[in-house]
């Protein structure tokens, strides 16, 4: 009953832009961190940015600083990544997950994941 699913992937040229969702059902995301991953082919997941659930402070890994931006809203249980100015090195399948308490960009400390959604940037 519980789920996460993430949407809004695609194919998209360098320098164009996508919005990811996270979309939750049978439970609240308002008292839970949610945190975007991905994962290229042969290689290991990486944290791309979080959202806390307190304060909703963010964090963003370096690659992406600048250029993606994560936000929530609470009334219609969804969080999102605003992904612009892609690059090819941003091709992964993306993933959303939830954490209890804190924010970071630690897979291991998410407690439940979604499907992923497959993000493809090329010419």
């Known amino acids: 009953q519980v789920q996460l699913v993430e949407s809004g992937g695609g194919l998209v040229q360098p320098g164009g832009s996508l919005r990811l969702s996270c979309a939750a059902s049978g439970f609240t995301l308002d008292y839970y961190a949610i945190g975007w991953f991905r994962q290229a082919p042969g290689k290991a997941r990486e944290g791309v940015s979080c959202i806390s659930s307190s304060d909703g402070s963010t964090y963003y890994a370096d690659s992406v600083k600048g250029r993606f931006t994560i936000s929530r809203d609470n009334a219609k249980n969804t969080v999102y990544l605003q992904m612009n100015s892609l690059k090819p090195e941003d091709t992964a399948v993306y993933y959303c997950?939830?954490?209890?308490?804190?924010?970071?960009?630690?897979?291991?400390?998410?407690?439940?994941w979604g499907q992923g959604t497959q993000v493809t940037v090329s010419s």
């Open positions: 997950a939830t954490l209890i308490e804190g924010c970071g960009l630690t897979p291991l400390e998410y407690d439940y």
